[in-house]
Nanobody, 116 residues
Framework: QVQLVESGGGLVQPGGSLRLSCAAS????????MNWYRQAPGKERDFVAR????????DYADSAKGRFTVSRDNAKKTVYLQMNSLTPEDTAVYYC?????????WGQGTQVTVSS
């Protein structure tokens, strides 16, 4: 069955870095755009970054530009989100999403907490 499993979240101090991973299974990973979203307490789920199926093109939310980098390894069926210069405003549950025509799948999320 389709499965997306995020990992790499945790507690980090302001200014620190984290690298999130999302391992995919049950579908042809290399055919799909992979997105990262996040949801802070009491807020809607917001787009963070995406990488298209070949890995050649990426998009970022304004809040992520210059600090976050999305990448993928199609051989490992994994997408990554490198997050640098983290601030308390980045505290949220981070979700990966696989998207294609008529297809969308979500992981269970990984908590990122930025606090001193």
């Amino acid at each position: 069955q389709v499965q997306l499993v995020e990992s790499g979240g945790g507690l980090v101090q302001p200014g620190g870095s984290l690298r999130l991973s999302c391992a995919a299974s049950g579908f042809t990973f290399s055919n799909y755009t992979m997105n990262w979203y996040r949801q802070a307490p009491g807020k809607e789920r917001d787009f963070v970054a995406r990488i298209f199926n070949t890995g050649d093109n990426t998009d970022y939310a304004d809040s992520a530009k210059g600090r976050f980098t999305v990448s993928r390894d199609n051989a490992k069926k994994t997408v990554y989100l490198q997050m640098n210069s983290l601030t308390p405003e980045d505290t949220a549950v981070y979700y990966c999403n696989a998207w294609g025509l008529g297809f969308s799948a979500w992981g269970q999320g990984t908590q990122v907490t930025v606090s001193s």
